[in-house]
């Protein structure tokens, strides 16, 4: 049996997402990249890389770089609104979308791409 990573769907490439724990609590920040059940997000989690000496770089040098959050770690941010929860529902024509609660009413984010 393999080990799948579990992959979040509701979470994507160029989402703006908010910090929920650590150094960048309470920022937001845009998704670089999604792999598996990590996100790299733009200027969270900033590490620093050493690099060996090179002809590009014949001192070496230190580079920063995000590293990757757990998907648990971040959350969904909707411009104007406090952070989101998304929910899975179905429409009358049998899509399903991510909507998320405003008040009493549900507005529809995304929809989800149906499996062949």
């Known amino acids: 049996m ?3 990573p579990n ?3 509701k979470i994507r ?6 910090a ?6 309470g920022q937001t920040g845009v998704v670089l990249s999604c792999s598996g059940d990590k996100v790299t ?11 060996k000496r090179s002809q590009e770089a014949p001192q070496g040098r230190v580079i920063e770089m995000e590293a990757p959050l757990h998907v648990s770690n971040v959350r969904l941010h909707v411009e104007g609104e ?4 998304l929910k899975v529902r ?5 899509q399903r979308q991510f909507v998320y ?7 529809v984010y995304r929809s989800v791409k149906k499996p062949k």
């Open 2 to 4: 393999e080990n799948k």
């Open 7 to 9: 992959r979040t769907k």
């Open 13 to 18: 490439k160029g989402d703006l997402v908010m």
């Open 20 to 25: 929920l724990t650590g150094n960048n609590k």
């Open 41 to 51: 997000v733009q200027g969270f989690n900033m590490r620093k890389k050493h690099v």
């Open 82 to 85: 406090q952070a989101v929860k």
């Open 90 to 94: 179905t429409n009358e024509q049998g």
């Open 101 to 107: 609660q405003k008040g009493d009413q549900e507005v």
